[in-house]
């Protein structure tokens, strides 16, 4: 919080500021914005650069913009990575299935200058590099553009998908293929996953129209029931799944042939 506080400092010196130029300037701001929350008073920002006081999200908005400062790099030196905030949501696992709402900026990016050579031809070993880099972007794993992408977790209950998608999973999601695909596969590899999003939450799996309702087929062996929706009304298609990040082997592996002997066994 000290180095915060001088690199601030620091900052404000080298455009020849004063504290009487900074409170007037966040004045501007807090004008600007319709709300006191923005402005900084001499003692605060004294406090700020001298006393390792953290600045509240306004006035480091504020010290942002009069100091053309990136607002994310100076979050980071109060310890504060917002890039890594995926990769914080996943290891918060929560049981159901949802959308991930951080955009392409937040994925934890490759870096540029790496002395290790990948050929993503091959199988390569990438644990080491992993501890390096935290979790990899999406970008390293299809290569392509994700402008239009968001990104979906699966549930840890969620083995609606499996074994083609594991719960935990993550998945990307092209926004721009949402209508649904009557044809085009030869085998459930091909055939198109979507990401979808109804009154109670959000489901994945193999789509098909069937006059006004939408059916909702998990895999074979998940030993679940389709889900049947009215159409549009009641879902959404965020989009087709495009790209997976899976643990291939799960610790909570669920029993499917314990649970499909249980259900077939008669009652005693």
């Known amino acids: 919080m000290d180095r915060a506080g001088e690199l601030l400092k620091r900052a404000r010196e080298r455009l020849k500021l004063t504290y009487r130029d900074v409170e007037k300037a966040s004045q501007i701001i807090a004008t600007r914005r319709g709300s006191d929350e923005f402005a900084i008073a ?3 920002l004294a406090d700020i650069e001298n006393k390792a006081t953290v600045p509240n999200i306004y006035r480091l908005y504020t010290l942002c ?4 400062l990136d607002f994310d790099e100076v979050l980071r030196w109060y310890g504060v990575p917002r890039d890594l905030l995926p990769s914080e ?3 918060v696992g929560l049981p159901q299935t949802h959308a991930i709402q951080f955009g392409p900026r937040a994925a934890s ?5 790496s002395n290790a050579e990948i050929d993503l031809n091959k199988t390569t070993f990438l644990s080491h590099l992993m501890r390096r880099w935290g979790k990899m972007a999406f970008q390293f794993l299809d290569g392509q553009e994700l402008s239009h992408h968001r990104y979906g977790f699966i549930g840890l209950e969620d083995w609606s998908m499996y074994p083609v998608l594991h719960p935990g999973s993550l998945v990307v999601i092209d926004e721009t293929k949402r209508k649904i695909a009557t044809a085009g596969w030869t ?4 055939r198109p996953i979507y990401f ?4 109670q939450g959000y489901v994945c799996g193999w789509c098909m129209l069937v006059g006004n309702r939408l059916l909702i087929q998990p895999h074979p062996a998940s030993h679940q029931q389709p889900q049947s ?3 549009p009304a009641e879902i959404d298609v965020l989009g087709q799944v495009t790209g997976v990040a899976m643990v291939l082997e799960s610790s909570q592996r669920r029993p499917a042939r314990a649970s499909a002997a249980r259900a077939k066994s008669p009652d005693p």
């Open 196 to 199: 979808l999003e109804h009154r």
């Open 187 to 190: 085998d459930e590899h091909d």
């Open 42 to 44: 001499l003692s605060r």
């Open 109 to 113: 990016p490759v870096p540029q200058n």
């Open 229 to 231: 929706f009215g159409w």
């Open 89 to 91: 949501a996943v290891r």
């Open 65 to 68: 913009a009069i100091y053309r």
